[in-house]
């Protein structure tokens, strides 16, 4: 949830590469299907990228958890197999809860501590509309205030960014 600004950006791309791409019509088949998670990605001009990114087309858990944390899960660790690549798991809760967080606020204050310590510039994060509390708004808070106003979950996915 946590990234670094400029990680936003496929890497190694020229910008407008994708941006001459066309998202799906909603009625359009999906490139994966009948597996298709409408996640989001199709509707944006990021299908330039389905072939590699969808996780239904092209399977590369393997080889993006060795990019990301330096080694697969363990197969034979039933905690790596079901929540996948960690170094400890802990369960906590805050001795004083951010009102209105989905429970007591420890994703908001990491995203928060993260941002006041200058380790990344922004996060993504999903805030709601003015209408309904249950419609996703991603957005790049670039302050702890921004960061608090997405607290609570918005069980939904959240649509693709346009760059
Ligand atoms: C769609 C969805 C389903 C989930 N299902 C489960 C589950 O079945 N079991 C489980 O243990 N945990 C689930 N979680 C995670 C759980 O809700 C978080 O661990 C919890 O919100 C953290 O509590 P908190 O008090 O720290 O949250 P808060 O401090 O309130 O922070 C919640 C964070 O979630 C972000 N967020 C809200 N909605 C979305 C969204 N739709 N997509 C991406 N980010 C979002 C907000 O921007 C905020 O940063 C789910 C989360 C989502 C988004």
Redesign the pocket.
């Known amino acids: 949830?946590t990234i670094a600004q400029e990680s936003l950006q496929p890497s190694n791309q020229p910008q407008n590469k994708h941006q001459k791409a066309r998202g799906l019509k909603p009625e359009s088949p999906r490139p994966a299907k009948e597996l298709c998670s409408e996640c989001g990605l199709c509707d944006t001009y990021y299908i330039h990228y389905v072939k590699e990114a969808c996780a239904f087309l092209n399977q590369q858990i393997p080889q993006l958890e060795q990019q990301s944390h330096g080694r697969s899960r363990d197969l034979n660790n039933s905690d790596d197999l079901y929540f996948g690549v960690h170094q400890q798991m802990i369960a906590a809760?805050?001795q004083e809860?951010?009102a209105?967080?989905?429970?007591?606020?420890?994703?908001?204050?990491?995203?928060c501590e993260m941002l006041t310590q200058g380790k990344v510039e922004g996060?993504?994060?999903?805030?709601?509309t003015a209408e309904d509390r249950f419609q996703?708004l991603?957005?790049i808070?670039r302050t702890p205030e921004e960061?608090?106003a997405?607290?609570?979950?918005?069980?939904?996915?959240?649509q693709i960014f346009q760059f």
């Open positions: 949830m809760r805050k809860p951010i209105g967080a989905q429970w007591s606020g420890i994703v908001s204050s990491i995203a996060v993504v994060c999903v805030q709601n996703p991603p957005v808070a960061v608090l997405a607290r609570v979950n918005k069980p939904t996915l959240p």
